[in-house]
């Protein structure tokens, strides 16, 4: 028995179990509110009340929240995002975990109510997905960390929670059966493989599936003079497929997956989860003309566009619903 047992007396979950006949997958962007996405992501011209929130969820059914990784959310950020919203019912949020508690690790119980006031305000409303535990290259699978894990995850048991890890220690059956005592999913991830670093999987523990691609810069991964560049990639179709096939097995035994492309600058991580979900409907999708014109590969992906749209292309906010998938018999 893993000594975490005494710490978190959790009902075990069996990694590999079926889930439900249709599992819904959502594909999105990390994070909204960036520089280098202006006249990329969103229209040159913005008209009165415009709201980056409301406009991704016209072409996405989830965005990861970024900023709640450098300090928590206020309730009413949250419900402020949740308002603009509100005309995409299928639509949900992911959150990241304050860094306090997964890289710096000095918190107390005041940080943990803060951090809550804003995940409050989501889960209740039925729009947090999950709370991504994201923790760094340097959290390896020691009893010290595992044992770390499972206080953590008594703190955070009311939100569904998924672990983000980056060295492959943590890949082992031990770690997959551990995760399934908590209670807890596992993000697969893309990254540079570098060293010892987690390669691609296609693991699901739990009810709720993640990928995260965060791009394959290998020169500026480790070393870079602006943490912006690690993050400027540009997958190639060629390059999404096989992580089209592993979201999809990922799927299979998830009630809900979350695909987030986390290579955010320039808007890239948009362009590719357009082409993602092109992709997994095998159909072409709703491109903004601006992203067209910063990436033309998307023009191979992209639908009429639909009447109502103004001068730039923009669809004037279709519902985005989920993906479904039927288990294969």
Same mark, same amino acid.
């Given at each position: ?31 909204? $509110? ?15 009340? %415009? ?16 900023? $709640? ?23 949900? %949020? ?57 206080? &953590? ?43 010892? $670093? ?23 991964? %480790?070393?870079? $003079? ?13 390059? &999404? ?83 479904? %998938?039927?288990?294969?018999?």
């Amino acid at each position: 028995m893993h000594e975490l047992a005494k710490i978190a007396s959790l009902p075990a979950v069996d990694p590999h179990a079926s889930m439900s006949a249709t599992h819904a997958i959502r594909i999105g962007p990390a994070g909204w $509110s960036y520089l280098d996405w202006a006249n990329i992501a969103y229209p040159r011209i913005r008209p009165r009340g %415009f709201h980056e929130t409301e406009y991704l969820a016209r072409f996405f059914d989830v965005i990861e929240i970024n900023t $709640s990784f450098y300090q928590p959310i206020r309730a009413e950020m949250a419900r402020s995002w949740l308002a603009q919203v509100r005309m995409h019912p299928h639509f949900q %949020f992911t959150a990241k975990l304050w860094r306090r508690f997964t890289h710096d690790r000095d918190t107390g119980r005041d940080e943990e109510r803060a951090v809550k006031q804003g995940l409050n305000a989501l889960a209740e409303a039925g729009k947090l997905g999950a709370l991504l535990l994201q923790f760094p290259w340097s959290y390896k699978w020691t009893k010290e960390n595992r044992e770390y894990l499972g206080a &953590l995850v008594m703190q955070f048991l009311e939100y569904p929670l998924v672990l983000e890890v980056r060295h492959s220690s943590w890949n082992c059956p031990e770690a997959f059966d551990l995760l399934g005592e908590l209670g807890v999913g596992f993000c697969n991830i893309d990254q540079p493989i570098i060293g010892r $670093s987690l390669p691609p999987t296609a693991e699901t523990v739990g009810p709720v599936g993640y990928v995260r691609l965060h791009g394959r810069n290998y020169n500026q991964w %480790f070393e870079h $003079s602006e943490p912006h560049e690690r993050y400027n990639y540009l997958y190639s179709m060629d390059e &999404l497929e096989p992580w089209v096939k592993r979201a999809e097995r990922v799927a299979e035994r998830a009630q809900s997956t979350f695909v987030i492309t986390n290579n955010h600058f320039e808007a890239k991580g948009v362009a590719n989860a357009l082409e993602i979900k092109s992709l997994i409907t095998g159909k072409p999708v709703e491109v903004p003309e601006t992203m067209m014109k910063r990436y033309p590969e998307l023009k191979s992906i992209a639908a009429p566009p639909k009447t109502g749209t103004d001068e730039e292309g923009t669809p004037a906010g279709p519902e985005q619903g989920t993906l479904g %998938f039927d288990s294969p018999a």
